[in-house]
């Protein structure tokens, strides 16, 4: 069995002109029901101080893809494998922590494999859950955006069908 370590350190990642950070991200989802037919289900991750809810997210490194960095993310603060999709969009936010204005991008992620062990299991919760459990429950107004982006998307998708 492989140990797998979450990358650590900033020297790597990239930055805005600006001086902010570049971070990247996905949603983790699957269908109910099976055959990607079904309401979707997104799994959500604690902060490290382990309240709130919301998506992996990462800098963005410059040896690595945007979709490399995004099912990094997923793997190391999630514990789930999968396939991103086309880009849900880019979006600025202010950072918490430090008075910088950060770019988000996220990706859609289809789970394909959610390991029993993770990087960051002892520091974040994972959960899945509804659509309308994370829009009530996310305090990141950006990636609720990304999440009804996502939810568009599948909506047309299933109707194309």
Same mark, same amino acid.
């Given at each position: 069995m ?17 001086? !902010? ?10 269908? &109910?029901? !099976?055959?990607?037919?079904?309401e ?8 490290? *101080? !382990?309240?709130? $809810?919301?998506? =992996? *997210?990462?800098?963005?490194?410059? %040896?690595?893809?945007?979709?490399? #960095? ?7 603060? /999630? ?16 950072? &918490? ?10 990706? =859609?992620? @289809?789970?394909? %494999?959610?390991?029993?062990?993770? =990087?960051? $299991?002892?520091?974040? *919760? @994972?959960?899945? /859950?509804?659509?309308? +459990?994370?829009?009530?429950g996310? +305090?990141?107004?950006? $990636?609720?955006? /990304?999440?009804? &982006?996502?939810?568009? @998307?599948? /909506? $047309?998708?299933?109707? #194309?069908?």
């Amino acid at each position: 069995m492989a140990v797998l370590v979450a990358r650590q350190g900033r020297e790597l990642q990239r930055y805005t002109s600006s001086g !902010g950070r570049i971070v990247v991200g996905c949603i983790p989802y699957r269908a &109910r029901g !099976g055959g990607g037919g079904g309401e979707l289900e997104v799994l959500v991750i604690s902060s490290q *101080k !382990g309240h709130g $809810m919301m998506f =992996p *997210k990462g800098g963005w490194e410059l %040896d690595e893809s945007m979709d490399e #960095a995004a099912r990094r993310e997923a793997l190391e603060e /999630a514990g789930v494998r999968g396939d991103t999709e086309q880009m849900l969009g880019c979006w600025y936010y202010k950072s &918490r922590r430090y008075d910088q204005t950060y770019e988000g991008i996220m990706f =859609p992620l @289809r789970v394909t %494999d959610e390991l029993l062990q993770w =990087p960051e $299991m002892s520091s974040r *919760k @994972r959960t899945w /859950a509804t659509v309308q +459990q994370v829009m009530d429950g996310c +305090q990141h107004g950006w $990636m609720r955006e /990304a999440l009804e &982006r996502l939810v568009s @998307r599948h /909506a $047309m998708l299933q109707s #194309a069908l």
